[in-house]
């Protein structure tokens, strides 16, 4: 009573109850352990009250202390398992799913399945744990696991246990089985390894043809499969899904969560793994009612959109669909961020919703395209504009304020769909208080002839008074006749925007323009057609303006949404003739250098305005020794969405190849080619070795474009060709360049160095380098020989085909068979055949070597071709055949259909050659037999279970005790794979130089989080000696791994109970100053010839060894492997055990028998 007492007086707060329970804990404890439990007589009802608050507690180490406390009082005082039926009709009566009870119910699980025998099929467990599994915290659904895992447990034994005649027991063998492949698929999913994860995968079929769980279950399954981040578990997932289902067949949660999966950009990169379309035709069968509802909930990236629009476009839109839904599409196109495709996609979108759009009402119709586009998206709005004005025959009804906002913006930015005459007459059918801001609209116009400024009579405007007044008249006039809503600041806005636009399209010259109205154009953000005019007229005036309006300009041009307008403008108007030109790329440029916009805005200036650019001539020059950029080469989801809008939407404009040819050509003498080659020199040092079509790839590339072109201007007539040809050579041999880069500088040094002691003296030093730079040799010597026959006298050729001889029994396969290949060509030249004494027999040899098949070889090779091209040719063949990236692609070869059939068919195999392998398919890759049995990594219970920090009194017969001293390694590997042993052999103290070791990855790469559950211990090397003594002097004997003079034998060692276990240094071993210390120095014997094991293996050794003895407390005896047990021993057996055996061999391998041995007991003690 008194403990009740207690109790009562401490219930308040949390902290007064975990006091409490620590006490009452403490109490019980000592009772059991000293047994005096029969004389002394606890109140049930303290542990009552605690079983009724236990729901209420929030904090998670106080629920489980206070269940240890119940589970110790009924463990000692028997019969009260009821108070296990109060906590769980606590919980009944409150929410499972929270945070504590989930705890709570972890914790007594066990219990409650003794007095709920059907806590299995119980809906509220089911569910818990269905929430559990749906959650997006790990930690929620690894509770989750853990649960269902008992819940399996609790069938199968229901089963095997009762008498079941409702169903067999294979059938309730084979119910298990799913749940168990159920649960070890969810479980595997929390990895991110594919290799572990897609073969479980592959169960999927048994588990939806089996039938054996119910669809919230499968639900669940599908849901964690598709949200899965591993890319490859991502593809496999939607492949398999699109294939087995169709949309209609998935729960609306799970289709969802599936569009949400395919909304990613790296499913459709068109230079690598793309989504095939097939998946999609097969999944989009049947009703898409929910999907196209759904279709509006996820935040689309462009390219996933316009791929799905694109299908779907194929298919019947549900006649179900409402307008909210096609609204909610909508506004996720004008989400878009990739202009180019955002505009296919409002095409896409017009044409899918085409039904739809034309039964909308007038102000259904303003909605939608307010809601589809934004105010720089071309869209003709006009059209179906003028046709909803009217309603069987009758206009309309408008509401004030319909023609503003974003929908007048759209319309003044697409007004070159309509005409002055069209727009003026749709004007007219609409009462004069409703245009709201379509009255400034016509000022848009470039007109043509006065006709078209019929409109002018509706607001009673005298256009003369427009036309001659300078702009702030024109504001005036403005204010003073169109004027709807004086306190209104955005109609003000557009009012001055349509002034503006009027007076630019009416100024004939910039000259007599001020600069105070310059400053007020520049205030407001102008349409792209009002800028064009602008550029116009720049282009136009006689004036040298001055640089405060460049820049202003330039700054107006930059922050409006129009900015590729303005170049496009300025581009096109731009003449090399204009006296304003030098201004104008000078202004220009020093704005984008000042404000490092230079980098950013020069691919957009070389695109669209090449003229501007070759007119001054740092700007280019700067560009293509400096950054070489070409464009920028893009990365990433940039990249995937460029190579998407070339290949499904329509070619990347590459006209900047055209910028560059042409400036190689302009500039191209010999300093500029040297710095050319200098910047490869220079990309070549930073990195020595690049992957294909990489950035340092792209560059080199480029850089060979250049050259290229700049020696086309000269040919074999540039001077100074010998600096070039040494420099070509030193690439071609002393760098690892990719194949195409190898091929143009063989093809250059073959046709333009005329050295020839320079190609025997390379062919001579070719015999001592490697296979490729071998191949460029030859290569380059076959290229000059088949293009200058008459170089090399009759002495040089057979110099030649001596070397050539021997390079054909060279070490390297590559090497010999090129060797042959040029040697058999040379030979069936006319110059070498007559030249060479017994050059047929040569021919003859090489073809009987090689069994007739060279000429296949040869047929596959493109360098045994290119002589045959001029330079131009075949550097767009290099480029076509090696299947560069299509923005490294010149333009269309229009003279490569032209040539012979032979030829042309060899190059195109030669391409099919290069193209890189695809990757396989998943269906391909982890296409398996489907078996029961699947690999799972082991997902420990204490993860979930929490453990109480009560403190308890030291039991009688206290557990064997290990201390592991590691402070002398100083390894992190070693030290994690140390700690790793410890914790799977139960070992909790580690003795370490630093605990911060255990922060840094080296050791978190073995130690897998072994060190979150160990005791560790910070001993520097400097204190062991004193660490030591003192566990000495509490009973600790001191064991060390060390080779001496007296070490004992490991093989019959026996292990203290109180052991410290002294491991060395992985060079130096243990200290002499430590060695005098041991009590037993053990040596482990050795059969092989290297000295020592590895420090981690050996600490494994021991602390195996440490366990078996001493923990296990099992002697397994096993026998000789022929004799057995002797006879002398056979005496001390408690126990004699014998395999049970059903073939013709007596007896098993004593290895295998020990093992059987040492995991059945582990199964029937640990597991």
């Keep these: 009573m008194a403990l009740y007492e207690f109790y009562e007086r401490h219930n308040d707060v949390e902290d007064d109850i975990a006091i409490t329970v620590q006490i009452i804990h403490q109490f019980l404890f000592s009772l059991n352990i000293y047994d005096d439990t029969k004389g002394i007589t606890v109140a049930r009802k303290v542990f009552a009250q605690l079983a009724k608050c236990l729901t209420n507690i929030n904090e998670r180490k106080l629920i489980v202390n206070i269940i240890a406390c119940i589970q110790l009082y009924t463990k000692t005082y028997k019969g009260n398992d009821d108070l296990y039926q109060l906590i769980w009709t606590a919980l009944k009566s409150s929410s499972m799913s929270e945070k504590a009870h989930v705890d709570i119910f972890i914790q007594l699980f066990d219990e409650f399945s003794t007095i709920q025998p059907n806590l299995y099929i119980d809906l509220g467990v089911i569910e818990t744990v269905q929430s559990l599994l749906k959650s997006q915290q790990r930690d929620e659904r690894k509770c989750g696991y853990y649960l269902f895992k008992k819940i399996i447990n609790c069938f199968t034994l229901s089963s095997k246990n009762a008498n079941n005649i409702l169903f067999s027991s294979e059938y309730a063998q084979q119910i298990e089985r799913s749940w168990m492949t159920y649960i070890t698929i969810l479980e595997n999913l929390e990895e991110n390894q594919s290799h572990l994860i897609l073969p479980s995968l592959q169960n999927l079929d048994e588990l939806i043809a089996g039938k054996q769980l119910q669809s919230s279950w499968m639900d669940i399954l599908f849901s964690r499969i598709i949200i899965h981040k591993n890319n490859q578990v991502l593809r496999w997932s939607l492949e398999y899904f699109m294939t087995t289902f169709t949309s209609s067949d998935l729960n609306v949660q799970v289709l969802k969560e599936l569009l949400e999966a395919c909304n990613t950009n790296v499913l459709y990169n068109c230079e690598g793994y793309f989504l095939d379309r097939k998946y999609f035709c097969s999944f989009l069968k049947g009703d898409l009612t929910n999907l196209y509802t759904l279709l509006g909930d996820v935040n689309w990236k462009s390219v996933p959109l316009h791929n799905l629009l694109s299908i779907l476009e194929e298919n019947e839109v549900p006649k179900s669909l409402t307008n909210d839904q096609v609204l909610k599409v909508a506004s996720r196109v004008r989400a878009l961020q990739d202009y180019h495709i955002r505009k296919d996609v409002v095409i896409l979108v017009n044409r899918l919703f085409e039904d739809i759009v034309e039964d909308m009402t007038l102000m259904e119709y303003i909605v939608y395209v307010e809601m589809l586009c934004n105010a720089t998206d071309k869209l003709n709005v006009f059209e179906q504009l003028y046709k909803k004005i009217t309603k069987n025959g009758v206009i309309v009804e408008i509401v004030d304020g319909t023609f503003k906002g974003r929908f007048y913006e759209i319309l003044v930015n697409n007004i070159e769909d309509t005409t002055p005459v069209e727009f003026t007459n749709f004007l007219k059918q609409i009462p004069m208080a409703k245009h709201g801001w379509l009255k400034f609209l016509p000022f848009h116009f470039n007109f043509t002839n006065g006709k078209e400024l019929h409109f002018t009579k509706m607001y009673g405007i005298d256009i003369v008074d427009y036309i001659t007044v300078s702009l702030m008249e024109s504001f005036e006039n403005f204010d003073n006749h169109l004027t709807s809503d004086p306190d209104d600041k955005m109609e003000c806005e557009q009012r001055r925007i349509a002034a503006i636009a009027f007076y630019i399209h009416n100024l004939e010259t910039l000259d007599d323009v001020t600069e105070e109205i310059f400053q007020e154009i520049f205030n407001y953000v102008l349409p792209k057609k009002t800028i064009e005019n602008l550029c116009n007229r720049l282009y136009e005036t006689n004036r040298i303006l001055d640089k405060w309006i460049i820049d202003d300009l330039i700054e107006l041009a930059a922050s409006s949404r129009y900015f590729n307008a303005f170049f496009v403008g300025l581009g096109e108007c731009v003449k090399p003739s204009s006296r304003s030109l030098h201004g104008i790329c000078h202004g220009l440029c020093k704005y984008l250098e000042k404000n490092r916009l230079w980098d950013k805005y020069a691919p957009i200036l070389l695109e669209k305005c090449p003229i501007l650019i070759f007119n001054v001539d740092n700007v280019l020059q700067h560009f293509i020794m400096s950054d070489f950029n070409c464009g920028n080469v893009k990365k990433g989801e940039n990249r995937i969405e460029e190579s998407y809008r070339n290949a499904c939407i329509g070619a990347v404009d590459r006209s900047l190849k055209y910028v560059f040819r042409t400036q190689a050509i302009k500039e191209g003498d010999t300093n500029y080619i040297l710095r050319l080659i200098e910047r490869h020199k220079e990309i070549s040092r930073k990195k020595p070795r690049y992957f294909s079509n990489s950035y340092e790839h792209r560059l080199k590339l480029r850089i060979a474009e250049s050259i290229v072109y700049s020696i086309s201007k000269f040919g074999s007539e540039i001077s100074e060709v010998d600096e070039i040809m040494d420099n070509l050579w030193h690439i071609l041999l002393n760098e690892n360049n990719q194949l195409n880069i190898n091929y143009i500088y063989e093809y250059i040094i073959g046709t333009i160095d005329k050295r020839k002691q320079v190609f025997l003296k390379k062919l001579e030093e070719a015999h001592s380098q490697s296979s490729s730079q071998q191949v460029s040799v030859m290569s380059a010597l076959y290229t000059c020989c088949m293009s200058n026959e008459d170089l090399f006298s009759t002495l040089e050729r057979n110099t030649i085909v001596a070397n050539l001889l021997a390079l054909t029994m060279g070490a390297n396969f590559h090497t010999r068979l090129f060797a042959q290949m040029i040697l058999q060509a040379l030979m069936e030249t006319e110059a070498f055949n007559v030249s060479i004494f017994c050059g047929r027999q040569i021919i003859q040899s090489i073809s009987i070597a090689t069994m007739g098949k060279l000429g296949q070889h040869a047929h596959d090779d493109l360098r045994h071709l290119m002589y045959k091209f001029n330079l131009l040719q075949l550097w767009d063949i290099i480029l076509l055949v090696t299947n560069v990236p299509y923005d ?184 002499p100053n430590l060695l005098g210390l041991l009590d037993h120095a053990v040596e482990i014997p050795q059969f092989g010839q290297i000295r020592s094991l590895n420090v981690h293996v050996t600490g494994a050794l021991f602390m195996w060894e440490y366990c078996k003895q001493r923990i296990l407390k099992c002697i397994l005896l096993l026998g000789h492997e022929k004799h057995g047990i002797s006879p002398n021993l056979l005496g001390l057996l408690d126990h004699a055990v014998e395999i049970p055996q059903f073939g013709q061999i007596r007896s098993l391998n004593v290895h295998v028998t020990g093992a059987l041995f040492m995991w059945e007991y582990c199964k029937q003690r640990i597991l």
Aim: proline share 3%; charged share 30%; with cysteine.
């Design 888 to 1071: 490294e692609q010149g333009y269309e070869l229009f003279w490569y259909s032209d040539l012979p059939s032979d030829t042309l068919e060899r190059l195109n195999n030669l391409r099919s050659s290069f193209v890189k392998k695809s990757e396989l398919s998943s269906e391909e890759v982890f296409e398996k037999e489907i078996i029961n049995q699947i690999q799972r990594k082991i997902n420990p219970p204490f993860e979930v279970l929490e453990s109480s920090n009560l403190m308890v009194y030291p039991e009688k017969n206290s557990n064997n005790e290990m201390f592991v001293i590691a402070s002398l390694i100083d390894k992190l590997p070693n030290l994690g794979g140390i700690a790793r042993t410890c914790e799977v052999l139960g070992i909790k103290n580690l003795v370490m130089d630093s605990k911060k070791d255990v922060e840094k990855n080296d050791f978190k790469n073995l130690s897998m989080t072994a060190e979150n559950s160990l005791n560790i211990l910070e001993v520097k090397c400097k204190d062991l000696r004193d660490f030591i003594i003192a566990k000495q002097r509490e009973g600790f004997a001191v064991v060390g791994a060390e080779q001496t003079c007296n070490s004992e034998n490991f093989v019959n060692f026996i292990f203290p109970e109180k052991c410290i276990l002294l491991l060395g240094h992985e060079k130096h071993g243990i200290s």
